[in-house]
């Protein structure tokens, strides 16, 4: 008969322990996959991909990429780390009913939106794409359309609402409509924000403004439609100025909007449309309102006179 000792016994189950202990976690990956079909229990491979961009971005390593593999709808998603989700070669859908469609709230960082719908259903709680803390958003090839609430903190398309320094905010290629609030909102309690707008389209947000900035932002409009509001844009504190260039802002009831609430904006206008406002072209509260000499502001309801001249070409 063999006899082990409880020294052999003791090393054995140290071992074990020892063994157990040294399993790691299951790794995040660089990259994840969504499927309408997936469930996010899987792993989010590409051979057993996630169901949801909230199941996926669990298992998505900072700095990742989270990519979907067929149309379907991927439900709203709280972005609170370097990502990017990319559905730009398929349908990738958020139906954001009575929520916010994405949530980025993360100090210090990158995220980037690009080939997705996000669709509020025309329910009266929540924004597209609502900015509480980051250093930088991409917004590029995005719909966002239907967010109904009245405000002042629901139907946004994009709200950026932070309190760091020099946030960056990128929309490019986009198309905001019916977003009954404001369709692009920039109200920062602290720090600022440098937004910049090119090759988008914003229609109808019946109850508010296009691009509304209400303090500490520094925005440029470039190249962009915008129509249907009840102002193209709008520059309320001394504390934003704006850039529009290149741009269409015409239909709307004033086609831009220059100081409020006794703050004064400065607004510079190069080589844009605004005709066809059926309140004004250009309705200035306070600040100025600057051209270059060569927009066509002509065909509005009434004052068309910029307050002065963009001096230098530089």
């Given at each position: 008969m063999k006899i082990i000792s409880t020294v052999a016994i003791s090393s054995l189950a140290a071992c074990a322990t020892l063994a157990f202990t040294a399993a790691p976690a299951?790794?995040?990956?660089?990259?994840?996959?969504?499927?309408?079909?997936?469930?996010?229990?899987?792993?989010?491979?590409?051979?057993?991909?996630?169901?949801t961009f909230a199941g996926a971005i669990s298992k998505t390593a900072a700095a990742g990429e989270i990519n979907c593999?067929?149309?379907?709808?991927?439900?709203?998603?709280?972005?609170?780390?370097?990502?990017?989700?990319?559905?730009?070669?398929?349908?990738?859908s958020i139906l954001a009913s009575n929520t916010n469609g994405v949530i980025v709230n993360g100090a210090g960082i990158i995220v980037t939106l690009r080939g997705l719908s996000i669709n509020g259903a025309s329910t009266?709680?929540?924004n597209g794409v609502r900015i509480l803390n980051a250093a930088a958003v991409n917004i590029d090839d995005v719909v966002i359309e239907h967010f109904g609430g009245a405000g002042p903190s629901n139907g946004r398309g994009v709200s950026i609402e932070t309190s760091a320094a020099?946030?960056?905010?990128?929309?490019t290629n986009s198309q905001l409509y019916n977003n009954n609030f404001i369709a692009i909102h920039s109200n920062p309690t602290a720090g600022n924000v440098i937004?910049?707008?090119?090759?988008?389209?914003?229609?109808?947000?019946a109850a508010g403004n296009g691009i509304q900035l209400r303090q500490l932002t520094n925005a440029t409009v470039n190249d962009s439609y915008i129509s249907g509001q009840s102002a193209a844009v709008a520059t309320e504190l001394t504390?934003?100025?704006?850039?529009?260039?290149?741009?269409?802002?015409?239909n709307n009831a004033i086609g831009v909007f220059n100081g409020n609430g006794g703050g004064g904006p400065t607004t510079r206008l190069f080589a844009n449309v605004i005709t066809g406002n059926t309140t004004?072209?250009?309705?200035?509260?306070?600040?100025?309102?600057?051209t270059h000499g060569n927009n066509a502001i002509r065909g509005n309801a009434g004052n068309e006179t910029p307050t002065g001249a963009s001096l230098g070409t530089q």
């Open positions: 299951q790794a995040q990956a660089t990259r994840t996959w969504v499927s309408g079909v997936g469930d996010d229990a899987n792993p989010c491979s590409r051979t057993a991909p996630c169901k593999l067929d149309p379907a709808g991927y439900g709203s998603v709280n972005i609170t780390k370097n990502m990017t989700i990319d559905c730009g070669y398929t349908h990738g009266t709680t929540g020099n946030v960056r905010v990128n929309v937004l910049s707008v090119d090759g988008t389209t914003i229609g109808r947000s504390t934003a100025t704006l850039m529009v260039s290149n741009s269409n802002l015409s004004s072209g250009l309705q200035i509260n306070g600040g100025s309102v600057l």
